[in-house]
Antibody, heavy 123, light 107 residues
Framework: QVQLQESGPGLVKPSETLSLTCAVS?????????WGWIRQPPGKGLEWIGS???????YYNPSLKSRVTISVDTSKNQFSLKLSSVTAADTAVYYC????????????????WGQGTMVTVSS | DIQMTQSPSSLSASVGDRVTITCQAS??????LNWYQQKPGKAPKLLIY???NLETGVPSRFSGSGSGTDFTFTISSLQPEDIATYYC?????????FGQGTKLEIK
């Protein structure tokens, strides 16, 4: 079955760039679907960060757009997140997820999720 | 930005009870509304998509309804394993926002 696994540093210093990778198994990213990143600060709700298609087409949360880059590497069957100029407010569990488009061009739902990875921003 | 207002923020109910959670959008989103269940320490799980469609494998005691700005999520008979936080999520114009969540506890 399709599985997603996040990886990356668990601790990032303020003002630096947070970098995470999501490895996809059981499905070829090149075959379709969109792929997204969602985060959840400790004890708080969910916030969508952005999504990408295998072609490289992206769309981002406007509140984070200036700091976010999502990319895809189809040869490694993975996609990545970079968030620049981080502060303590970026401390969160970061999830990657498969995005199933439901009613184009409106968007869709996240139907398969990784287990999440905790990233703390601290000096 | 479309804001999602979910209520209540917490809810205590007994096993067997009918439980209802509401989600209101700040503007008309047709039926572009999904519901998720998140258990402690776990990733969210998609339960309902397009306001009323049950995701494959999800028990039929879960249901959703609504369109436009007002949506409802219902558990017809609460089970102990349903203890979790539930989130609505809208999708419109490739911008996604979640409700603040409803924490469901057993009375």
């Amino acid at each position: 079955q399709v599985q997603l696994q996040e990886s990356g540093p668990g601790l990032v210093k303020p003002s630096e760039t947070l970098s995470l990778t999501c490895a996809v198994s059981g499905y070829s990213i090149s075959s379709g679907y969109y792929w997204g990143w969602i985060r959840q600060p400790p004890g708080k709700g969910l916030e969508w960060i952005g999504s990408i298609y295998h072609s490289g087409s992206t769309y981002y949360n406007p509140s984070l757009k200036s700091r976010v880059t999502i990319s895809v590497d189809t040869s490694k069957n993975q996609f990545s997140l970079k968030l620049s100029s981080v502060t303590a407010a970026d401390t969160a569990v970061y999830y990657c997820a498969r995005e199933r488009w439901l009613q184009p061009p409106a968007g869709g739902a996240f139907d398969i999720w990784g287990q999440g990875t905790m990233v703390t921003v601290s000096s | 930005d479309i804001q999602m207002t979910q209520s209540p923020s917490s809810l205590s109910a007994s096993v067997g009870d009918r439980v209802t959670i509401t989600c209101q959008a700040s503007q008309d989103i047709s039926n572009y509304l999904n519901w998720y269940q998140q258990k402690p320490g776990k990733a969210p799980k998609l339960l309902i998509y397009d306001a009323s469609n049950l995701e494959t494998g999800v028990p039929s005691r879960f249901s959703g309804s609504g369109s436009g700005t007002d949506f409802t999520f219902t558990i017809s008979s609460l089970q102990p394993e349903d203890i979790a936080t539930y989130y609505c999520q809208q999708y419109d114009n490739l911008q996604y926002t979640f409700g603040q969540g409803t924490k469901l506890e057993i009375k």
